[in-house]
């Protein structure tokens, strides 16, 4: 009991806030702000150079192009490297404290090594709590008012849809060829209801459109199929109108849908999706892990700068830089790979999004077993 106790205050001693803490904490969190801010200067500049024409061309006011278009733009690249940024950050300044040999000197005033990380790990939560409140409940309003802006002022506005296969029921099915938003209408409409052994009834026409009036769907040039008691009867018009269990915006959709709903929504619209068989789900679910993996994805950056920039070298910080650099990268090339396998390849979209993470955390645990202490 006694050496239980002893344990316990000895742990209690080691993870006790510090004013050194406070020191490395605020040089984290000071480099990981001053590199966004300059990020994205630099991407303001050249985006202003690239489209100051069109702002032009269309008679855009100044406030809007201020309030409504960068202020919904540059959210989404801070959401888009938070994790690069946080591995610089702790590359630079950890890179710095081990050159001026503020670091050996920690570490010969009795501080354990791995007592050390406690500021790292804690500003690399604050950081990863900032990136998923920004994924999750920022970055989908700022996107859909970037692109409401860039439908009002660019005219980008996607206006059709093509080869839409739809799960109406649980036993019929919709493909549509071609679908227009914006006029409510298509072309090629295909229902079919399946039974036990074959296509019980069939429905297919030229041309169908939406009344928003009468809620109702109306079928141009139809014949609609049916077998029943194994006698099939076939039936032709001019126009009929009838209910389906979908409604048009469920023909206007594509995977960057998702990127303008909360979790919340996003959650209760892939149950949906599933639901009606889209073909886009496996979109969708890749979507709903990355915001979370990215954010974690900041931890374990944070380790990975840390075990690469706490060595001492007399080549000085570049050489720590060029070294992350490279292990940053191939952890971003390991992610783009893993999305591409999770969306055209048979890898789960929950595999895919987390992989990356799992085998760096690895990676980051070898390096923090054998780095120099």
Not at 20 to 36: A, P
Not at 77 to 101: D, E, H, K
Not at 223 to 250: C, Q, W, Y
Not at 275 to 285: A, T
């Amino acid at each position: 009991m006694a050496k239980i106790t002893t344990t316990l205050r000895k742990w209690h001693n080691d993870l006790q806030w510090r004013l050194l803490d406070t020191y490395i904490l605020k040089k984290f969190l000071g480099s990981f702000v001053y590199s966004i801010l300059l990020l994205m200067t630099i991407i303001m500049v050249f985006d202003v150079s690239e489209n100051i024409q069109r702002f032009i061309d269309n008679d855009v006011p100044f406030g809007k192009i201020v309030f409504l278009y960068y202020g919904n733009f540059i959210p989404y690249f801070i959401n888009l490297f938070i994790p690069l940024f946080t591995f610089i950050s702790v590359i630079w300044f950890t890179s710095q404290m081990s050159g001026r040999n503020e670091i050996v000197a920690i570490l010969s005033s009795g501080i354990n090594f791995y007592r050390l990380l406690l500021p790292y790990i804690v500003g690399a939560l604050i950081i990863a709590v900032f990136a998923i409140a920004m994924a999750n409940f920022i970055i989908p309003n700022t996107n859909k008012g970037l692109n409401d802006f860039k439908e009002e002022y660019f005219k980008q506005k996607r206006r059709s849809s093509s080869n839409i296969h739809l799960k109406n029921s649980a036993n019929s099915y919709i493909y549509v060829e071609r679908w227009s938003n914006e006029e409510l209408d298509g072309q090629h409409f295909t229902y079919e209801k399946l039974g036990n052994q074959y296509i019980e009834k069939k429905i297919g026409a030229k041309s169908f459109r939406y009344d928003d009036s009468t809620k109702r769907w109306v079928l141009n040039d139809y014949t609609i199929r049916t077998i029943a008691h194994n006698e099939e009867t076939i039936v032709s018009g001019k126009e009929m109108d009838t209910i389906f269990n979908i409604l048009p915006r469920d023909l206007d959709r594509d995977e960057s849908i998702i990127e303008m709903m909360d979790f919340a929504t996003m959650r209760r619209y892939i149950r949906d999706e599933e639901q009606k068989g889209s073909s886009f789900v496996k979109y969708y679910k890749r979507e709903q892990h990355k915001r979370l993996s990215n954010p974690l994805g900041t931890i374990i950056m944070t380790l990975l700068g840390f075990s690469v920039a706490s060595r001492k070298t007399h080549r000085g910080v570049g050489v720590h830089l060029f070294i992350g650099m490279g292990m940053a990268f191939s952890f971003i090339f390991l992610q783009q790979v893993s999305d591409v396998f999770a969306v055209s390849g048979g890898l789960p979209p929950a595999l895919g999004a987390w992989i990356p993470s799992l085998i760096f955390l690895v990676v980051c645990a070898f390096m923090l077993r054998f780095t120099q202490k």
